[in-house]
């Protein structure tokens, strides 16, 4: 089960936090802060895979009775200027979470046609209908890439950019629809 999923940039500022179990805020925050410290200070030459930090694996244990419901592992991608964490069980496989993480950013990346940060802060709400598409309830409900792009582009909640339109012509209605046209 995935517990978590964390989107960071480099100064360590959330721009997605998603929750799959109850935690206080307070927790959430001070979680939130330690696992920064910890991925962004790893050397790039390192494993993407880390032991969840004690503030997150002695609350977990009170919270859950099933010792295989604890979350126990974070696996991370640093992709430019962005950091995708993911906090899961033992239960899931890290290459798995990995691959997952792939897809997620392959996904925004062909919903904004080269997605950047800003991007990200902007149009929050295709975000999180991504990876609504991908994780429901912490369970990885879809993987495949073509799926994903065509459920988030169906709910219409792909942003244009302003005056695209009007820049592009009215002829180029057609292509990507519902994605930026062009940088």
Not at 137 to 156: A, F
Not at 165 to 174: Q, T
Request: glycine share 8%; net charge negative.
């Amino acid at each position: 089960m995935i517990n978590a999923v964390l989107v960071f940039n480099n100064n360590g500022q959330p721009r997605l936090t998603k929750f799959y179990t109850h935690l206080d805020t307070s927790t959430q925050q001070r979680l939130i802060s330690e696992i920064f410290t910890l991925v962004a200070n790893r050397p790039s030459s390192s494993c993407n895979f880390l032991p969840l930090p004690p503030l997150l694996a002695s609350a977990s244990t009170t919270a859950t009775s099933l010792p295989s419901d604890t979350p126990s592992l974070i696996t991370y991608r640093h992709y430019a200027t962005l950091y995708f964490i993911l906090i899961s069980t033992s239960t899931e496989s890290p290459l798995a979470l990995l691959d997952l993480i792939q897809v997620f950013v392959e996904a925004l990346d062909r919903l904004f046609e080269d997605v950047c940060e800003l991007d990200l802060i902007f149009n929050y709400e295709t975000l999180h209908a991504t990876l609504g598409e991908m994780i429901v309830g912490g369970v990885v409900v879809e993987t495949g890439l073509d799926r994903v792009v065509e459920g988030v582009r169906s709910q219409g909640r792909v942003a244009k950019r302003p005056g695209a339109e009007g820049l592009r012509g009215m002829g180029s209605a057609g292509l990507g629809a519902g994605v930026w046209a062009g940088r």
